[in-house]
């Protein structure tokens, strides 16, 4: 067990350093649409409508998971920050304009060929957040269908801002991909 705890300490370490070199994201996505509840003036949670695919910080950010759709559902730990509205608006100005982007600072727990779409509380993926002032958590973080009511939000984490992904270089396939998903 200590060991463990070790190795969990370690990665929570060494995650955010990872993470940077390849872009601080833990989620690719081309947003059609963002729902904020209970609204745009006072969020305190919000939906991200549109395909998405977890970033594989481990592997430098090369390694992405099946594109899903359908939307993620987002809160906080207490009254959101300003960082992470103006995240929020900010993923809310490039909706609907196709423009591909990464998010969030987030690290997978296992292998992408897990994340298969389920009901609660079955085989859902979990991401590592790592927080700033220290300390980790499990996440939830499913692309839910669009049947789905919302339920209990994943903690929403923010790194450095959005990131626009270009059309060209090292993010042009999932960039092709994402928007051919939302077509």
């Known amino acids: 067990m200590k060991v463990l705890k070790a190795m969990l300490v370690l990665v929570a370490l060494l995650s955010p350093i990872i993470l940077s070199a390849s872009g601080p994201v833990g989620v690719y996505g081309v947003i059609e649409k963002v729902v904020f509840e209970p609204n745009e003036q006072s969020p305190v ?6 395909a998405f695919a977890f970033a594989d910080g481990a592997a430098g950010g090369n390694q992405v998971s099946e594109i899903r759709r359908g939307y993620m559902y987002f809160g906080t730990n ?74 209990k ?11 626009k992904l270009p059309d060209s270089g090292s993010h042009a396939e999932i960039v092709k991909q994402l928007r051919a998903a939302v077509k």
Do not use: C
Request: no cysteine; glycine share 14%.
């Open 153 to 163: 939000p994943a903690l929403y984490q923010t790194n450095s801002g959005i990131v």
């Open 45 to 50: 949670r919000v939906q991200h409508w549109g």
């Open 78 to 151: 207490g009254p959101p920050t300003a960082a992470v509205v103006t995240e929020w608006k900010d993923l809310k100005a490039v909706a609907g304009t196709g423009q591909a982007v990464g998010f969030g600072l987030w690290q997978y727990t296992g292998p992408f060929e897990n994340l298969k779409p389920s009901a609660p509380p079955d085989n859902l993926p979990h991401m590592y957040a790592l927080f700033s002032g220290g300390g980790s958590e499990f996440v939830d973080m499913r692309v839910r269908p669009a049947n789905e009511t919302p339920g």
